[in-house]
């Protein structure tokens, strides 16, 4: 049984597009994180958010609690957006289930 | 202001051994928190601690135990190494109230022969 559920696994873009991933979880949260994961390990936290929209940059993140799902956006995407994102979903402090992870490659 | 830090960076250890990874949070921060993650399993929560005392733990064995000292360092110790237990073993520290991000350190990558 998966607690979070993120899709596409895979996507590969042209430089330019605009990008989505989807994120659906199924137990109650306190709060969603949007993380971002290069080759090598390192994980930077894009968005915390427990309501609404929030905004950085060309990254856009939304959850909508009510049917306990968010998107990531990533607008003019760039080969540097080129990682994996994934979801996390906060029970209370830093204990997280995760998704599986979206692996976005971005072409030139 | 310097970031989490995490020792050995790269690790091999033998089936039956056991093994010690230690994790620096940012300066001021309190929570400390371990990830494994693996190819098969993905990202997994091990526990978190605040001010020196465990506050939640994932589904793990009792191999896997931690701790907190008074300067907010942690360390993780996995005991009786399997074949499994290789992963990229990741802390993360944050200020430990709701609302707070997460900083995540560059891991610890341990392989089991």
Known sequence: KNEVEQSPQNLTAQEGEFITINCSYSVGISALHWLQQHPGGGIVSLFMLSSGKKKHGRLIATINIQEKHSSLHITASHPRDSAVYICAVSLGGNQFYFGTGTSLTVIP | ?113
């Open chain 2, 1 to 113: 202001k310097a970031g989490v830090t995490q020792t050995p960076r790269y690790l091999i250890k033998t089936r039956g051994q056991q093994v010690t990874l230690s994790c620096s949070p940012i300066s001021g921060h309190r929570s400390v928190s371990w990830y494994q993650q693996t190819p098969g399993q993905g990202l997994q929560f091990l526990f978190e601690y605040f001010s020196e005392t465990q506050r939640n733990k994932g589904n793990f064995p009792g191999r896997f135990s931690g701790r907190q000292f008074s300067n907010s360092r942690s360390e993780m110790n996995v005991s009786t190494l399997e074949l499994g237990d290789s992963a990229l073993y990741l802390c993360a520290s944050s200020h430990g109230t709701a609302g707070n991000t997460i900083y995540f350190g560059e891991g610890s990558w341990l392989t089991v022969v």
